[in-house]
């Protein structure tokens, strides 16, 4: 089964909260500092690995713990979703 790649790019404070809900719904998250953006704003991209039927319940997750408030020129995460054609763990 292929499985599924989701990088997701954060910003804000609600980092923290994502990924203990992400570890809760045994996921396997990786953590990674990151800058970027016209002002070369930190940020931390998370890389999620899972099957292709769970990429549904991932991006709810973000979106319940990471809304971009209403009227905000800002939004809080930027959501990747790539096919992984082998997952090998060692």
Known sequence: MNTKLILVILQGGSCDKLLHQLVDANYRVTEISSMGGFLRSKSLTLIIGVYPDQVDHVLNL?????????????????????????????
């Not at 009227?71 to 090998?88: K, M, P, R, W, Y």
């Open 62 to 90: 973000i979106r319940a713990t990471c809304p971009t408030p209403a009227g905000a020129s800002q939004h809080n995460a930027t959501i990747f979703v790539l096919d992984a054609g082998e997952f090998i763990s060692i």
